[in-house]
């Protein structure tokens, strides 16, 4: 059995528990608190994987990863993923929970990366311009990074328009160099 439909399993089924207790968003902010874990640091994976670090421990990392007292949804989840030694799964289980509570719920991922804060009257007008359905939600991130120079990098779902300053200087000096 492959990765992803190891994680897509397990996540669909931890959806399914989340929803039934009504702490599928709960659920879903805990998840990304642990994908940024898994992100910042980058020994968790290993430690996870280790097997001479007791399922016991593993669980009170996985606990402590997520900052505050995990819900039972969360609770239940790991211990379910620890017993099934399914745990170097845990990052994409938590990336494929994610997009499955955003689709049931139909919101939209939009990510915002400017070179300046911009203006918040700028973003819910973007926002306007990028739904089509009034029902749909947005999760909209703002982000800035002064590296970009100018312009702005857009990211919807899986798709992403670069049209920053530095992005631009880059592919000029590409062109340079095989010319």
């Not at 402590?64 to 007292?69: A, D, E, K, P």
């Not at 009257?121 to 100018?150: C, M, P, S, W």
Request: contains cysteine; glycine residues 4%.
């Amino acid at each position: 059995m492959n990765q992803g439909t190891i994680s897509t399993r397990y996540a669909k089924a931890m959806f399914q528990y989340a929803l039934a207790r009504g702490e599928e968003e709960h659920l879903r902010r805990e998840m990304q608190t642990l994908s940024e874990q898994f992100t910042a640091l980058p020994l968790m994976e290993k430690v996870l994987e280790d097997p001479t670090v007791s399922p016991l421990e593993k669980i009170r990392i996985l606990h402590t990863s997520v900052g505050q007292t995990p819900s039972e949804a969360f609770r239940q989840s790991v211990r379910l993923v620890i017993e099934n030694k399914r745990e170097r799964y845990l990052r994409r289980i938590a990336w494929v929970y994610d997009t499955l509570c955003r689709k049931e719920k139909n919101k939209l991922l939009v990510k915002l990366t400017t070179a300046q804060p911009t203006d918040p009257d700028l973003q819910e007008a973007l926002v306007g311009l990028i739904v089509k359905d009034r029902d749909q939600a947005v999760d909209f991130t703002a982000i800035t990074d002064e590296n970009l120079i100018g312009g702005f990098i857009l990211e919807l779902e899986d798709a992403r328009l670069d049209a920053s300053v530095k992005n631009q200087l880059n592919r000029l000096r590409v062109e340079l160099i095989r010319n």
